[in-house]
């Protein structure tokens, strides 16, 4: 094999191996880095165990947020009108939070079955609703009237 | 009627750029000089007719024309009139009108900026950039023309501007950072005309590098600009989130400072050829990437337009027909390329190779993980989300491997550097780096953190190995002076870059590793306790804006017992479209940001709220400008003018001559 020639196999090699374990490396990264989304339906069917870290997307309950008065503790129930999940934050809520609302939450189910949400997200749009949230109402059948997905921003 | 004069000018944009996207490229293949010669015309011709229709959009909205439909969508009568100018770009119809206009623009700038280069390459490119632009506006007209009319009843008022957008950060950040974008779209006609006229030389990589450099500016100011507007209106204290819409833009920059670096190497030594065309190909497709994610509704983000299936289709459509057809045609073309190898593995030519391999291992990690939710949603019909610390996992270690070359590529030589050269004149920028980095948190910030130390001496080896760089240019010279002024505008923007580099760095770890932040309930009068900040509550009030009424707080903050500064965060609802919007309030400083996002009134006056203290975090933004003025800089660089001086010359020469042989015979 000519030098030129043994050289530039070598750089391919260099080059192919670097991109190996690139490839091993986010693989890796990606499998420990997956949140799964669930509906509020699948939670109550007990598709989720506790600890494990998930989003869940439904509306907010109307009538069901209580916050407290001393302290930014929040708690509400997230529904897809078939089932509810009791959810609980500590924070500042995002701005479109409301009640009737769509929202995602992000966060795992403690052992007596409240979702400790780490991460509350709403839309800007107040007429918008999130992919995630129309799937998860699509999947019970229950979207209620005028709730389709709109041209937002 | 002026709407209706904008649909026109839409299609006669179309039409032109119809026989832009033709006649050119036919002209050059089959050497007709008439056709190569409309190129320019037909350029001006498209760009005067989108700069009819945007304005005419612009005329809708500050007239209140609220027949038609996007106007009526994204616009109000109480809306100031910056925003309602502004509002053109703040729905999808309008900013795509934008995006298209921006591409004209350039597409325009080639064809004046183009005097140097032959005139059947130009014509190549503006053929290339023509057929793209062809596909753009029948988009528009097919799916989304901003120009459609309400029919039979026009509503009485618009719906107004989404309130996140009323904002400086608004007006700035989308024209930009979609300049930036388009600007990827000429190198991409550069390296298609080069693939198709099978022109792949020095002199084409130095045609390109001026455009390749300032599209990279732009595109970095435009990303810092949103990481700033997304850092102070979002308030949740982070200036980037890995948001599958900002990634697209971050892979489009990979590629692109992939790109700027593997074009020097072309036009320096003459190698690297097909890989630059691969690069400027896939930079473009980052771009396609970019306007897909966010105009197809396949993502939840804070970016994302409406879902319509059909301007998700035929963006794919465009996305495939563009990328799969330069792929193709770089797969027959580039084996007709010869590149020569010579080239040693401590030379410049192999850093400038494993900053390329980095910076696109990046860019395609990023890729896999903005995507990987789409295929998996696709393929097993469940949602799931890869969020930051997948890309922190992958990012952070890349880039600390890839700023230890940014110390190394400057010192090291083109062809062949020697180990015990490299070695002699590292050893002291090693050393310089360490003692800062491990001297400098302590006494500073009289804190340690391992994280901050590795990322003060990746900094300061950058900055050394600079410094080291330039004295050793200087020391041959008689004096420092002359020496600095012989170097080239292009080593400065190298140079200033390079510390940009460094600087944002600085920002990055500083604000990551030693921010605080604190949620709390204040009441009037109350305060608490943040680093060396003391944050009073001193009462609240009813505020009213033109379009807006809301709730604003007064804070004074208090260090070593002095008065610092007063802050006033607010609470707004938007009337005409009843959203909410907090408004941070933020004391900025070169070393720290002051910062505070107010949560909701909890009865007597209290309020929740969000304290931060972030140190460094300007220079973030700080050392985006360094390396924008640097790309901007090197563009600038002596060597690219003095072409085209010398080429008009040529010209001028040619014609002499040629009225000389006429007058002979006479």
Redesign the interface.
């Known amino acids: 094999m000519k030098a030129h020639r043994r050289k530039r196999l070598s750089v391919i090699l260099f080059v192919a191996a670097g991109l190996s374990v690139a490839v091993g490396l986010t693989l890796y990264a990606l499998s420990q880095n997956i949140d799964l989304f669930y509906t509020p339906t699948q939670v109550a069917q007990g598709e989720v165990n506790a600890g494990q870290r998930i989003r869940i997307g439904g509306m907010v309950r109307e009538g069901s947020v209580q916050s407290a008065a001393d302290s930014l503790a929040v708690r509400f129930v997230a529904t897809d009108y078939a089932n509810d999940v009791p959810i609980y934050h500590e924070g500042i809520l995002p701005d479109l939070f409301r009640e009737g609302q769509g929202i995602v939450v992000e966060g795992s189910l403690d052992n007596a079955g409240v979702f400790q949400a780490s991460r509350v997200l709403a839309k800007h749009d107040e007429n918008y609703m999130s992919p995630e949230v129309k799937a998860a109402l699509d999947a019970v059948g229950t979207a209620p009237e005028g709730a389709a997905t709109r041209p937002g921003t | 009627m002026i709407p209706e004069l904008g649909s026109f000018s839409l299609i006669l944009a179309l039409c032109l750029s119809a026989l832009l996207g033709s006649l050119p490229i036919a002209g050059a293949h089959y050497n007709n000089p008439v056709w190569i010669s409309m190129a320019r015309p037909l350029t001006a011709g498209v760009f005067v007719f989108l700069g009819l229709a945007i304005s005419a959009l612009a005329y809708a909205f500050i007239t209140d024309d609220f027949s038609v439909s996007f106007v009526a969508?994204?616009s109000n009568t109480l809306l100031p009139m910056r925003y309602k100018f502004t509002a053109v770009w703040?729905?999808?119809e309008g900013s795509f009108l934008l995006w298209t206009f921006m591409l004209a623009g350039w597409m325009l700038s080639v064809g004046v900026f183009s005097k140097s280069m032959p005139e059947e390459f130009v014509a190549r490119v503006l053929g290339v950039l023509g057929i793209l632009i062809f596909g753009y506006i029948l988009f528009m007209l097919a799916t989304s023309n901003p120009f459609d009319r309400i029919v039979p009843l026009p509503p009485a008022d618009g719906a107004d501007l989404?309130?996140?957008?009323q904002d400086i950060g608004f007006i700035l950040h989308p024209p930009t950072l979609y300049m930036g974008y388009v600007g990827f779209s000429v190198v991409f006609a550069f390296a298609i005309a080069a693939l198709l006229s099978g022109r792949m030389d020095a002199a084409w990589a130095r045609w390109s590098r001026p455009w390749a450099n300032v599209a990279w500016a732009v595109l970095t100011v435009g990303i810092a600009l949103g990481s700033w507007w997304a850092y102070y209106e979002l308030g949740w204290g982070g200036w980037w989130a890995w948001d599958p819409v900002e990634n697209p833009p971050m892979i489009t920059w990979l590629f692109g400072t992939a790109l700027i670096h593997s074009l020097a190497v072309t036009e320096k030594r003459g190698m690297f050829k097909s890989w630059t065309v691969l690069l400027a190909i896939l930079a473009f497709s980052g771009s396609l990437l970019g306007t897909f994610i966010t105009r197809s509704?396949?993502?939840?983000s804070?970016h994302?337009?409406?879902?319509?299936p059909s301007r998700g289709f035929f963006i794919l459509g465009i996305l495939g027909i563009s990328i799969g057809g330069s792929l193709l045609l770089f797969a027959l073309r580039a084996p007709l390329m010869k590149g020569s190898?010579?080239f040693e593995y401590t030379s410049r030519e192999f850093f400038l190779?494993v900053n390329n391999?980095i910076l696109v291992?990046s860019a395609?990690?990023i890729f896999?993980?903005t995507l990987?939710p789409m295929v998996y949603q696709a393929v097993t019909d469940?949602?799931?989300?890869?969020?930051p610390?997948?890309f922190n996992?992958?990012f952070v270690p890349?880039m600390m491997l890839l700023f230890v070359f940014v110390g190394i590529g400057p010192l090291s030589r083109w062809k062949q550097t020697s180990w015990t050269y490299l070695a002699a004149q590292l050893g002291k920028v090693l050393f310089a780096s360490l003692l800062v980095g491990l001297i400098f948190p302590l006494i500073v910030l009289s804190k340690f953190s391992v994280a901050a130390t590795i990322t003060l001496i990746l900094a300061s080896w950058i900055v050394f190995a600079i410094g080291k760089d330039i004295s050793n240019k200087v020391a041959n010279k008689r004096s420092t002076l002359r020496g600095l002024k012989s170097l080239s505008l292009s080593y400065y923007g190298m140079v200033l870059a390079h510390i940009g580099i460094a600087v944002m760095l600085i920002g990055a770890a500083l604000t990551s590793f030693f921010s605080q932040e604190r949620?709390?309930?204040l009441s009037p009068g109350e305060s608490v306790e943040l680093g060396s900040y003391l944050f009073t509550l001193e009462g609240s009030g009813r505020i009213e804006g033109p379009n807006y009424i809301g709730d604003e707080a007064e804070l004074t903050v208090v260090n070593d017992g002095e008065l610092l500064t007063v802050l006033h965060p607010q609470r707004r609802l938007y009337v005409a479209?009843?959203?909410?919007?907090?408004e941070m309030a933020i004391d900025a400083g070169f070393f720290r940001d002051l910062f505070v996002?107010l949560?909701?009134e909890?009865?007597a006056g209290a309020w929740?709220?969000?304290l931060y203290v972030k140190p460094f975090v300007r220079w973030i933004w700080l050392g985006a400008i360094f390396m924008a003025f640097g790309g901007t800089l090197a563009a600038g660089d002596k060597r690219y003018r003095r072409l085209r001086i010398k080429a008009a010359e040529n010209s001028g020469r040619g014609s002499r001559t040629q009225t000389a042989a006429e007058l002979q015979p006479a």
Do not use: R
């Open positions: 969508q994204h703040g729905g999808h989404n309130s996140a957008l509704g396949l993502l939840t804070v994302a337009f409406a879902s319509d190898f010579g190779l391999v291992v395609a990690s896999l993980g990987f469940d949602l799931i989300s890869i969020g610390p997948y996992t992958i890349l949620s709390v309930l479209s009843g959203t909410p919007s907090t996002t949560g909701e909890k009865g929740s709220m969000t």
